[in-house]
């Protein structure tokens, strides 16, 4: 099964937002076991659209649209599509109740234009679209299958894991053996480091397959394999995992994907811990992370956001000569970072605290230069830990960093604690 | 002058990296007014590379091509150019030379493959690579150029800069009008709203081009022209702004692409005046975004996150019954939301203080449904605003939403304020 991907949208062609999504799909439909031999970005132009179908059409099995259906003028991507297979369009009656339903929950009127993401091709199949207005479709004809997927990635992803790819399974890929795969997540540790660690089991990969997956900020393995059945797959798979935790123990946090602040939150929420956060630099990026998990409420109680020294010493009481004068260590400092952390655990009196204090840049700060930073937690009855660190990158690097690094910390230090249950993140969890 | 990019490399189609190289090119390309109509990504095989290079020729005057020049057996990109072209190759004194200097220095032996780096195609003027080993080439042919670049972005996006820039503005672009854009940002409207307001300027058009710029969370627009000289394009464009711009008073806040805590953070900054916040459902996002940028340690002092009913107490001295009790108002609502602000106001000392207390879900929270959100603006010497928000999406939607929000009605405030240059993001800036 060969597959061509066209993405449409002349913000693509500019150069104003970078194809995010031919990357996403070309992923999930090599996990599928399908071949992409093709990627193409086209602008909303019709004419230039139908020629990149009518090429496509040419040299592919599966042609995956993303973006175009929309409900600007320049969306046209279901009307191009339509035209070249010589079908007709309709409103969809779900889709559209959806869309009006939007517009009257809110008190808001409906413009017009909204009515265009509700058209479909005769035909079709509609693939809902959970995160937007958009309806996406599936299509099969004459042995090619069609898939039409809203531009947004927060729209398309969902609705290609969702419902393009089980049709897929059920249309086009009936011949095949699934293909079943893993997603192993790791901290702690870069990209290039762990390809280095995993060296001999990826060169000598045949079957499952292992594929290093770089995605910002984060460190993941892909484990492949096709097997008649889950359980078959399953038992392969979890084989090569095993390997694979064995050369990196201090690493491998879950089974799924999932960032690491959803198994903290997980494994506190069901120790029965709390934790609370002083953050200097970050300015509220490490409490904004833990705080997206859904449940973090019964683990995280609050924190203090202390960008400027005064607000160290007035919100938790830093004493005035660590910051200033000639002998003092200065806001990033160990020192700093340590009070920071106990005094936050103090004042909210939870189990752990946790504080970043540093200099994310681009100007440097006390003398002391972009990238430094220094992050603390603090322990009820136990104690704190200082670690010292040198980022590089730009100011929100740095920030982004500063708290993978802490929340790795914290994760270290949960499994290191008797009384907490601490499965790896994934097929363990209840 | 129509353009061609071609990204060459099976990591690509398999999804392991995402093309950032066609977006850099498509950016610059714009910037030379020259328009990108395809963009093509094939994989390291030289029928289907001959293929893509064969449909380009038959569309486009220029074709770049990027990746497919390394030392691998993988790479063909040159040859397989040369053979569509019907000409020769032959290997670049001068970048053998860099090759074999390169593994000399280095005391190491050259493996024979890397002589592939230095092919040149015969009548192609070689473009020199100063932060790698594989050598670029330029070529002109019966009204047709060919640009063959590097791979890895930080050999491609110097070459293409320094050394292919320049000769396409020789050899190609000697008739051309340079294209002049400027982004137009705003906040507190909807895209499809923004567009019903300005359809009969999009509808319209001629010149200058006006398109809607979809990026998550924000609202641009990009108004483009080509001009002899950017004095008569920005005459040009400064006319179609102002029209969109006394549309849309009251919410278009830059033109220069910047995100809103960037402008409320220079005007509060030049102004000498200082916020705080108080964060309950986005746990710190608030904070983050204004501390995101630099300078804002001169107007962000700090706050506090009182994610529990606990800690709004604690923290910020909410009175308990506002929070518990029969009949309670409860965490989510407008009397929390005012006391919040005002009491965050107090305890830091600053002008502003913010708030935001609500129901980020999935969950429904004391219940109230999902998405409703306060929001509140104290002021030193004036008024409390409390804002209703009734946001649709998922949780981390609608904790973007809510910081939005936030943010534009604290832009308002400050525009209505007599004390404070606000100037329009961009151009005006100093």
């Known amino acids: 099964m060969k597959a061509e991907i066209i993405a449409v949208g002349t913000e693509l062609l500019l150069g104003q937002i970078v194809n995010s999504n031919a990357r996403f799909l070309s992923l999930e439909l090599a996990a599928l076991g399908i071949d992409v031999y093709f990627q193409t970005v086209v602008g909303d132009n019709p004419a230039r659209l139908q020629e990149a179908v009518e090429i496509a059409r040419g040299r592919a099995d599966i042609l995956l649209f993303t973006g175009g259906i929309g409900p600007t003028e320049d969306d046209l991507t279901k009307e191009t599509l339509a035209a070249v297979l010589g079908r007709d369009l309709h409103t969809d009656r779900i889709a559209m109740d959806q869309v009006e339903r939007f517009f009257t929950d809110r008190g808001r009127e409906m413009t017009e234009n909204n009515r265009k993401q509700a058209l479909m091709i005769d035909g079709a199949t509609p693939l809902p679209n959970g995160t937007g207005l958009a309806v996406g479709l599936a299509l099969a004809e004459n042995g090619r299958f069609y898939i039409v997927l809203p531009g947004p990635p927060r729209e398309m992803e969902p609705m290609f894991t969702e419902q393009a790819k089980p049709w897929l399974l059920q249309h086009a890929l009936t011949d095949e053996m ?23 089991l990826i060169r000598n990969q045949t079957d499952p397959t292992i594929a290093p997956y770089a995605k910002e900020g984060e460190v993941t393995i892909r484990i492949s394999t096709k097997a008649p059945g889950e359980r078959e797959a399953m038992e392969k798979l979890g084989k090569l995992q095993d390997k694979i935790q064995a050369l990196l123990p201090e690493h491998m946090y879950a089974d799924i994907d999932v960032p690491l602040e959803k198994i903290i939150v997980d494994w506190m929420a069901d120790a029965g ?18 705080t997206s998990v859904p449940g973090s409420a019964s683990m995280f109680l609050g924190g203090v956001v202390c960008y400027s020294n005064e607000m160290k010493q007035k919100l938790l009481n830093v004493p005035k000569d660590y910051l200033e004068g ?33 200099v994310a840049g681009p100007a440097y700060s006390e003398r002391k230069p972009v990238g430094l930073v220094y992050i603390g937690i603090a322990e009820r009855g136990g104690r704190t830990e200082v670690f010292e660190l040198n980022l590089s990158g730009n100011r929100e690097t740095i920030r982004i960093r500063s708290v993978k690094s802490i929340l790795y910390r914290l994760w270290r230090r949960l499994e290191e604690r008797e009384d907490v249950e601490t499965p790896l993140g994934g097929s363990d969890l209840a």
Chains 1, 2 share one sequence.
């Open 178 to 200: 699934p293909l079943y795969s893993k997603m192993l997540k790791f901290a702690g540790i870069g990209e290039s480091q762990l390809e280095t660690r995993l060296i001999d």
């Open 326 to 358: 000639p002998d003092a260590p200065g806001a990033v400092s160990r020192e700093v970072a340590e009070v920071l952390a106990e005094q936050v655990r103090m004042l909210t009196d939870t189990d752990f605290g946790l504080s970043i204090t540093g």
């Open 273 to 290: 811990l709390t934790v609370s956060a002083a953050e200097s630099c970050t300015g509220g990026l490490l409490m904004s992370s833990i």
